[in-house]
């Protein structure tokens, strides 16, 4: 790059003495935070010198550092990922695929009183049964007899397996009303412990004319890690990941910086499994989190790296030195990551409100690669942007790599066509975009929330075959029974109880009961069974009736306590779980963001906008998620299965999820609309230029958010369908309906209201997102490098 020394003193600019102001002519006034005194010469910058490195930001000091230590930074993140794969490969086991209420809940006292009236211990109860079935063969028969004691025999050899028990006797409730199938009930420590039982169970089907199958707690929890791996593999890796990959060249039109954003993102994925592997070690996390991780850490590690990458060579073509234009990213781009991930750290918090095991599972992961992504973008990119300099730019494509360094790409010029043409007619664009927002989410007035049981698994599955074939056989029979418990009251409780076991034996959700005792009478319990998929939405409903207008009536009087437990019963407790915290989450999640816009730009209007644009989002993400599931309109075209209701955890996690990515667009763009504005004080113009200059960058980053979350809706696990579906077409919209015009309409009928702040607001602190002093411009530097 040519110096000052070449060039003719005029255009070099000159000091003007006493101000602290170096003047330079207009056509050359380049913004700079300079990376050392010799940066304004570079640039020609009017620039106010600062007193030394105090002046500049955390993020650009962090960048700078970074820069000049750039292998020994390297060298550190090195030894931490190895540490992370060894973490990962000892540690990260014991992971479970329940969804528990933490604390104590109406199932889990009746429960504890179940225990101590009938003396059974912890555990007693079978997990899982196989079902042993003939076309031909009778449970009479000695043929039949001998199969199920050899395979029952064969299943007590496995490790893990406690208890196993089968009874072939005339009037068993384990033979079947025709007396051509029959159970064998076990007990299995954990959903591993399954995997050898039904290895023989499929090596025993079909043998000798029988057909046999096993399904259970314990066995569908074994399927549901086993999808849980087979989505991680062929949605996120084989899919969400290739995908990026190529939205990533198409958007820095060369291969190295295409790769390096992946890169990032895969070390932020191992750095993050490695603190979950340590956290395992003490809690219980959901083998859901793996996927979560991987998921999310694709996202936001590639999104943080494209905005910083591009930020970088944006600087660089405008003429900028390596470490000027990698302490102006830090001052800009670092700045605008660090808000966006503190931001999406606080959409996240809200889910540990929520006493339920799997959510804050979920959200633990989340938080955790979403810290390692701004750290791996805030040290680790600037490090190595410092030593491969320029050559990020290596390898360009042949068409999508031939605007390199061009400020004035034809991409540029898209854009800008069409912010100009959002803004000609401002109320009109808001009106017609708005209004498909709006029309999206009405369908969200027919959501309901439920559980994904075994019913909704695939055919092929172990879980799900033994269920349907429960069904055929033993239409009646209960694995998990309700279990009602009275404790205490009058001498009236055990008739109480009677009547209510005949109203319940004529209920079609539940069956005939058996009424016990403890031994000293205090406390009484009837076992009723429930029909069907008990965490189904029907079974949950018919549990919620029992306790709220079957019970009360039938013990007025009596004074007892009167308990519902059982597995249907702790699936109701979970629901109530998820949905009594959403006013708090709301609360948190909008309330602490609103200050962080705040803070950040020093706006209630801006603050305002950002909060309900992304609740305008998240409410066509609803819409959209019940139109497809639950109403089936194109569930066919996109392979999913029409539901009766969307998974109960997934529409308040998806909401922090969609709320704390869409918001790191609303920074970058307001951000940018920002630097414009204190260099224009023209709220149009700086929204036009803000626009434009980022509307490929959001565009690129929202369609790779999308390729990731399409992964999560590609695999088979319902949950994940709803919420990668969910995620994928609310950003879509966000993207561009939000970002490209309702937010330019919006701030262009405002105006310079945009930006209003009450002047009894003024002592707040100004966390900027934006560096101090004069914004880039897109001219070029007279006689600078070009890329």
């Not at 933490?102 to 009938?118: H, I, K, N, P, W």
């Not at 418990?485 to 009058?490: C, E, H, L, M, Q």
């Not at 998929?533 to 039938?554: F, Y």
């Not at 309900?612 to 089936?632: D, E, K, P, Q, R």
Request: hydrophobic residues 50%.
């Amino acid at each position: 790059m040519r110096n000052d020394s070449s060039r003719h003193p005029a255009e070099a600019g000159h000091d003007v003495p006493g101000s602290g102001l170096r003047v330079c002519p207009p056509a050359h006034a380049v913004a700079a935070q300079a990376a050392g005194p010799g940066a304004a010469r570079e640039t020609g910058v009017v620039t106010k010198r600062s007193g030394g490195r105090g002046s500049a930001g955390l993020t650009e000091r962090l960048a700078a550092a970074s820069a000049r230590r750039a292998r020994r930074v390297l060298a550190i993140w090195g030894v931490v990922v190895v540490v992370a794969l060894i973490l990962v490969g000892t540690s990260l086991r014991g992971l479970t695929t329940g969804a528990h209420v933490v604390g104590t809940t109406q199932s889990s006292q009746a429960e504890a009183l179940y225990r101590q009236a009938l003396g059974a211990p912890a555990g007693q109860k079978p997990t899982d049964v196989i079902v042993v079935s003939s076309t031909s063969s009778t449970v009479s028969d000695g043929s039949f007899q001998q199969f199920v004691a050899r395979l029952a025999a064969q299943v007590r050899t496995a490790p893990g397996v406690t208890h196993v028990a089968a009874d072939l006797s005339g009037g068993s409730q384990f033979v079947s009303s025709g007396r051509h199938a029959a159970l064998i009930a076990l007990r299995a420590a954990s959903d591993a412990d399954m995997k050898p039982v039904v290895k023989d169970v499929q090596a025993a089907n079909g043998s000798g004319g029988f057909s046999v199958a096993v399904t259970g707690d314990h066995t569908a929890g074994n399927d549901f890690t086993t999808l849980s791996a087979s989505d991680l593999r062929h949605g996120e890796l084989d899919f969400g990941l290739p995908i990026s990959i190529v939205i990533l060249l198409l958007v820095f039109g060369a291969v190295a910086a295409g790769l390096m954003p992946v890169l990032m993102a895969l070390l932020s994925i191992i750095v993050g499994l490695g603190i979950a592997a340590l956290l395992a070690r003490q809690f219980s996390l959901s083998v859901f989190i793996v996927n979560m991780m991987t998921g999310m850490g694709l996202a936001l590690g590639i999104d943080y790296s494209l905005l910083m990458i591009s930020r970088f060579r944006e600087e660089r073509g405008r003429g900028r030195g390596k470490e000027a234009a990698i302490r102006m990213t830090g001052a800009t781009a670092s700045r605008a990551v660090l808000f966006s991930g503190s931001t999406f750290v606080v959409a996240l918090l809200g889910m540990f409100l929520v006493p339920v095991t799997i959510l804050r599972s979920l959200a633990a992961g989340a938080v955790i690669v979403g810290v390692v992504s701004v750290a791996v973008a805030l040290t680790l990119l600037p490090a190595v942007l410092s030593l491969t300099g320029d050559r990020v730019n290596s390898l360009p494509l042949p068409v999508a790599g031939k605007n390199l360094g061009r400020s004035g790409a034809a991409g540029t010029r898209i854009w800008t066509g069409v912010t100009a043409r959002v803004t000609r007619r401002p109320a009109v664009s808001l009106a017609l975009a708005a209004g498909v927002m709006v029309l999206a989410a009405v369908p969200v007035l027919g959501l309901h929330i439920g559980q994904s049981g075994v019913t909704t698994l695939p055919g092929n599955l172990p879980s799900r075959q033994g269920y349907l074939a429960v069904q055929r056989y033993f239409p009646g029979h209960s694995q998990d029974p309700a279990e009602i418990v009275s404790a205490g009251g009058t001498g009236t409780a055990r008739a109480d109880l009677a009547k209510l076991e005949t109203v319940l034996a004529g209920d079609p959700p539940f069956g005939p009961g058996i009424i016990q005792a403890s031994p000293d009478g205090t406390i009484l319990t009837l076992t009723v069974p429930i029909r069907g998929d008990t965490v189904s939405s029907q079974d949950v409903a018919a549990v919620l009736n029992l306790r709220q207008h079957l019970i009360p009536p039938a013990f007025t009087g009596s004074g007892a306590q009167v308990y519902v437990g059982g597995q249907t019963a702790d699936e109701a407790d979970y629901f109530h779980a998820v949905t009594s915290p959403i006013p708090y989450v709301l609360a948190f999640v909008l309330g602490l963001s609103f200050l962080l816009l705040l803070l950040a730009f020093r706006s209630l209007t801006i603050a305002a906008i950002s909060i309900l644009l992304n609740l305008l989002s998240a409410g066509a993400a609803y819409g959209l998620l019940t139109l497809v599931f639950i109403h089936g309109t194109g569930a066919g075209i996109f392979g999913f299965q029409q539901v009766p209701a969307i998974d109960a955890w997934v529409p308040l996690f998806m909401f922090s999820v969609l709320y704390a990515l869409s918001m790191d667009y609303q920074v970058f763009l307001i951000s940018r609309i920002k630097e414009h504005h204190d260099q224009y004080r023209s709220t149009p113009a700086a929204v036009a230029d803000g626009v434009a200059s980022t509307a490929k960058i959001i565009t690129g980053a929202a369609l790779i958010i999308v390729a990731v979350f399409a992964g999560f809706a590609r695999g088979q696990l319902l949950q994940f369908q709803e919420m990668g579906f969910g995620v994928a077409a609310a950003l879509t919209l966000d993207a561009t309906l939000i970002r490209l015009v309702i937010l330019p309409s919006t701030l262009n009928l405002l105006g310079e209201r945009s930006w209003y702040l009450p002047r009894w607001l003024n002592w707040l602190p100004h966390l900027q997102t934006e560096p101090p002093g004069p914004p880039s411009t897109d001219e070029p530097v007279t006689g600078a490098r070009r890329l």
